[in-house]
Structures are given as structure tokens and as C-alpha cells.
């Protein structure tokens, strides 16, 4: 874009890409029962487990685990570590997602390892930055939003959001305080697509820096330390983090996991 509202984020200036082969893109974030069909037939072990820990939102947690634990990240005090946070306990030991009926929820607490150990598996990949936003877009270059600039046409929520005073009340005018079903909304784009913004993030292929000038089939830089993601969550709000938007950006390294993020896979297309 060429009105960056996170400059620092490397969201402009604007570009013109050329995506020169065919891809599809997942309707909706790989949920729980997917990935879970992913690990019990390959025994896979995602990087939070072989860490033993994660971070998770501190509103999702029990008063009896805030209570145990004592450090947090400087500056974002929300996020806190917890032992035992897992994709299938992604608040930490008593969260399972299956007995509390939870599959068709997007799975978080993956890697952006993990995501693309799942993508190979099914024979597809992570999309591109530059796929993601080409999907994400969906013909409206220019507008804030797979839709349009508005948020909310006609009253209707369109994503999951955050709702309220970030980060200590949600209201859930929306419906959800954390992660809602996958395709909870209505398909954001007219290709069908749910939740390209809002509800989990997205781990996209490339490395995160500066958007280069290629123009065909852009993939970002050759090598980094850190992995970009897309789309936002429903922890993000306009005073806080205003990255629900289709130029919206953000990073982490390869092997960290968190309670808001996901991802969704991408496959080339077969004549």
C-alpha cells in the first residue's frame, strides 16, 4: 500500500506483482481435526511440545494458572508462558480440543515449521506472501479490506475481532471472545474464502524484510530469521493492532507458537 498505517511493519510502498501460474487456496484455516488426522499418521511432534511450553492470551487462561506464573513478555504483558501449551491443549493442560468439541476450530499453537510440515504432507505449501494477498484481495487492489474499506457493511461482522478495550475487556459484539469455528463468518471474499482476515494469524512462505522488486512470482527474501504472517486475529484492534487489513503484516521466527496463531495451505492448480 501507499498509505501504510504500520510503516515499521514494511507495508509500502505499493507494488505491482505479476502471479504468472495458477494456485488454489484453502477456503478455510486448517482447523484441528486436520491436523490431528496429519499427526496420527506421521507421530509428527510440533516445536511447543518438544519445548514443553507456549505462549497464550492472558484472558484465556484459568485464575489458578495466572496465579502460577510470574513472568511475561516485556512490553506485551498479555502474552505469558505456559507449560504444557500445546495445539491440542492450546491454553495448557485441562484445554483438550477434541473434549470440549473443538476440532473444526483453526488450529493454533503451530509453528511456522509445523505449518509447513502439514502443507508437504497433503502435497501442497504455504502461500506466498504475495499468493496470500493475491487471494486475499480478490480484485480490490486498493481497499483496506477483502471486501471493501468498510468493516462492517450493513452492521454485518465479517471477522473475528477484537471488541472492546485491548487487551482487558472484549465485549464480543462479534460473537466470539478467542477463536471462533473456522468459517464462522461469511466468506470474505467472492471466491468464497473465510477468514483471510481476523480469527488466527497466518504463517505465509517467505522470510520476513523489505518487499523487493520482483515483480513475477515475488517469495521474498533468500534467507532471514523471521517468518511473515498475514491476515490478523481476534486479538487485533484498531487502537492496538491494526493489521487486520490486506496490506497488514507481522513476524515471528520459525518455531515460535502462540494461542491466535494458524495457518492455511495453498496447492498449484491441476488442468
Same mark, same amino acid.
Given at each position: ?35 490431528? !488426522? ?26 489458578? /494458572? ?6 511475561? #513478555?516485556?512490553? #506485551? ?17 485441562? =484445554? ?9 476450530? +483453526?488450529?493454533? /499453537? ?20 504475495? /499468493?496470500?494477498?493475491?487471494? !486475499? ?8 479490506? +477483502? ?8 452492521? #454485518? ?26 468459517? =464462522?463468518?461469511?466468506? /470474505? ?15 505465509? !512462505? ?14 521474498? +527474501? ?10 490478523? =486475529? ?11 487489513? =490486506? ?22 492448480? #491441476?488442468?
Amino acid at each position: 500500500t501507499d498509505r501504510p498505517k504500520i510503516p515499521e511493519d514494511g507495508e509500502g510502498p505499493s507494488r505491482r506483482a505479476e502471479i504468472t501460474r495458477a494456485f488454489l487456496m484453502d477456503v478455510y484455516e486448517t482447523t484441528n481435526d486436520e491436523f490431528r !488426522a496429519f499427526v496420527d499418521e506421521t507421530g509428527y511432534v510440533t516445536d511447543s511440545e518438544a519445548f514443553g511450553w507456549s505462549f497464550v492470551f492472558h484472558l484465556e487462561l484459568r485464575d489458578d /494458572q495466572l496465579a502460577s506464573i510470574n513472568t511475561a #513478555v516485556k512490553d #506485551v504483558e498479555w502474552w505469558l508462558p505456559v507449560n504444557g501449551s500445546t495445539w491440542r491443549n492450546p491454553t495448557g493442560p485441562g =484445554s483438550d480440543v477434541f473434549t470440549e468439541g473443538r476440532g473444526g476450530h +483453526p488450529v493454533v /499453537q503451530v509453528s511456522w515449521n509445523d505449518a509447513d510440515a502439514y502443507c508437504k504432507w497433503r502435497g501442497a505449501y504455504l502461500p506466498t506472501e504475495a /499468493q496470500w494477498e493475491f487471494a !486475499a484481495r480478490d480484485g480490490l487492489a486498493a481497499k483496506l479490506y +477483502p471486501w471493501g474499506n468498510e468493516l462492517r457493511p450493513g452492521g #454485518v461482522f465479517r471477522a473475528n475481532l477484537w471488541q472492546g478495550d485491548f487487551p482487558a475487556t472484549n465485549t464480543k459484539e462479534d460473537g466470539w471472545a478467542f477463536v471462533a469455528p473456522a468459517g =464462522s463468518y461469511p466468506a /470474505q471474499t467472492s471466491t468464497g474464502l473465510h477468514d483471510m482476515i481476523g480469527n488466527v494469524w497466518e504463517w505465509v !512462505a517467505d522470510w520476513h524484510g523489505a518487499r523487493r522488486d520482483v515483480l513475477r512470482d515475488p517469495t521474498g +527474501p533468500a534467507s532471514g530469521t523471521e517468518r511473515l504472517k498475514k491476515g490478523g =486475529s481476534f486479538l487485533c484492534h484498531k487502537s492496538y493492532c491494526y493489521r487486520y487489513r =490486506s496490506a497488514a503484516r507481522h513476524k515471528n521466527t520459525p518455531d515460535s507458537a502462540t494461542s491466535n496463531n494458524g495457518f492455511r495451505c495453498a496447492a498449484d492448480a #491441476v488442468d
